[in-house]
């Protein structure tokens, strides 16, 4: 299986990367930093693209550059705002946030996949991760909204050619003091990398449209 994993000079998306090959999948990781880019591609012994997937000219750039068939794309998020604390923000910084977090979380998916999706074969999968536990009513909640929302929506759309789409979500499990159904539950990253691995299996064929939480065993309106 061919996968793209973008947001690959993060350490969430190195993580599903290693996933992937581990599984035996011919990974092809992207991102924006192209050191920490090549560094893993060496170590996975595949090709980098070095691309900024909120930029729609930088995203049109990669139609020619991958390979003609995926069977998976995962979007992986790479935020670009450092905020601090939220009192002390001023209306810039609270644009700033939101314009940050709605690029890195939605827009860069939806770029991805509308240059790329004619390149997924009948069968495949596309999976949109969301990697933080969001505060209702900030910035973040409404993203994964979007997100949620993006994901169903075009669920009918790539099922027509046989492909899944779906988000993967972090859930309540991982608050501080919940330790979910084992005393030393694996960190979320590797929970978020074994969830998008089963997502492209023929077992998960019949999952389309949704946003599935990892959890630790906590459900996703857990208290």
Known sequence: MDVLVTGCDTDLGRTIAEGFHEAGHTVLVGG??????????????TDAYVFDNTDPASVGDLHGQVPAHLDAIINVPAPTWVGGDPRAYTLTDHAAQWRGLFDANLLASVLTVQVLGDHMRSGGSIITVIPDLPEEGGAASAVKAAVSDWTAGLANHFGIRGITINAV??????????????ATPPPASTEISRLSLFLTTPAARHITGQTLHVSHGALANFA
């Open 32 to 45: 924006r930093r192209r050191d920490e880019l090549e560094v893993l591609a060496k170590e996975l012994d």
């Open 169 to 182: 979500a972090v859930g309540r499990g991982v608050e501080p003091g919940y330790d979910g159904v084992g």
